[in-house]
Structures are given as C-alpha cells and as structure tokens.
C-alpha cells in the first residue's frame, strides 16, 4: 500500500451524520483521489486534486466534499446528502498527471457502514 | 463514452497452468494502460502499465501484458498460475490528452487458482 495511510480501517455510522474519512501521503505526490469501489462495479472516481487549495468534482461528487490544504493531506467528507454511502473507500496518490503515464498508488481503504 | 470491458468476472485455473485476464477498451487515441490487483479488503496494487513502446509489457510477480491496438486490447497472461495469485484484477486506462490523471476502470475479473 506504499507511503499512503486511510483511516480508520471500519468506520460505523448512523444515517443522517456527517464522517470523514483520513488520507495521508508521504510520497510528496501533487495529485490526489478518492474512489469508491461497490461489488461488480470497479471504482468510480468521486473527487480529485491536482495541487494544494484546488479539487474537482469527479464522476460521482453529489453528497461528498473534500480539502486539499496541505500536500499530504486529501480528507473526503461523507454527507448526510449521500444517498448510499456504505462502501469501500480507496484514496491514491501520483506525480502530475497531466498527459503523464504515472500510475496511482493507493491507500489500503476504508470501509464505511451507515446503518 | 470512454470505457473498459473485463468480459469475465471470474477466471479458473490450476496451478501451474497458464493464465489470461481479458480486458478490452474503448477510449480515444493511444491511452495509457494499467493492471492492478487487489487482495480481500486491501487497497489495489500496481502490476504493469503500457506506455509506448514494446506491446509485450512486463511487470510484477512474473506478470506480462500485451497491448494490442488493433483490437483495442490489454490483457494479463502469466506462463504459470500460483494460488497466491487468486484476487481481484482491474484493468484502467486513461486518456493521454486528459489533463485529470483520471482513470478508467474495468468492473474487476476474480482470478482463482486451484491447487
């Protein structure tokens, strides 16, 4: 899983609240993602960051908000607006990925649970 | 629409046997493309990428992949399956004219090998 830590591994919930869920690089990578892997469906990409201060919205962002105020740091927020938000969670990291063939480096996961 | 097929969501084979793990694409261009493997309830791995060059790519764990544009094609071989091999395969691609470094991912194909 490299030089990028997610925590907490499980993470319980009551619908209705609010989690946020930990994404730590040493790699001194700039770009930045948070996936969310359901069975039979791959990843889909719901939030990137390229540089500090700055993020965009992926293929799935509705009922999920992120912060890039540090380079190592890419904290992805689980709202109450998320309709479905029990899933595996997976963060990566790469070097600039502007046209570039970097492959990304992920986190080991975080598995979230709203009951 | 961009996309990536796995057309097998489980491959069996013996060990010692060879293997095969289909992928097929649809994306504009010449895209990068990438393996990765993940293990229950861990983040993915990287095996191999294609960049340019050599349409037989070697990777990790004895892995290969080879490129094939006419066909639009990436597959993962290995000459000779190991148990150690069973998990959950992703294939991924991105668009070379992408300025998001975002990928593309397959649903997964479950490789299970058998003593």
């Known amino acids: 899983d490299g030089g990028i830590t997610q925590s907490p591994k499980y993470l319980f919930r009551k619908e209705g609240q609010n989690v946020t869920l930990s994404c730590e690089q040493n790699l001194n990578h700039d770009a930045m993602y948070w996936y969310r892997q359901d069975p039979g469906q791959g990843l889909r990409l719901i939030y990137y960051s390229q540089i500090v201060n700055d993020f965009q919205k992926g293929d799935i962002a509705e009922g999920y908000s992120v912060s890039r105020e540090k380079k190592e740091s890419f904290p992805l927020t689980v709202t109450s607006a998320q309709k479905n938000p029990t899933a595996f969670y997976l963060c990566?990291?790469?070097?600039?990925?502007?046209?570039?063939?970097?492959?990304?480096?992920f986190g080991p996961g975080t598995r979230l649970t709203v009951t | 629409a961009q996309s990536v097929a796995q057309p097998e969501d489980q491959v069996n084979v013996a060990e010692g046997n060879p293997l095969t793990v289909k992928c097929t694409y649809s994306v504009s261009g010449n895209p990068y493309l990438f393996w990765y493997v993940q293990y229950p309830n861990r983040g993915l791995q990287f095996l191999l990428k294609?960049?340019?060059?050599?349409?037989l790519v070697k990777g990790s764990y004895g892995f290969e992949a080879e490129f094939n544009k006419s066909q639009t094609s990436f597959h993962l071989k290995k000459p000779s399956a190991l148990v150690s091999d069973s998990a959950l395969y992703f294939c991924a691609v991105r668009d070379r004219s992408s300025n998001t470094g975002k990928l593309i991912f397959g649903q997964g194909t479950t490789l299970q090998v058998k003593p």
């Open positions: 990566a990291s790469s070097l600039a990925p502007q046209g570039s063939g970097y492959e990304q480096y």
């Open positions: 294609y960049i340019t060059g050599d349409n």
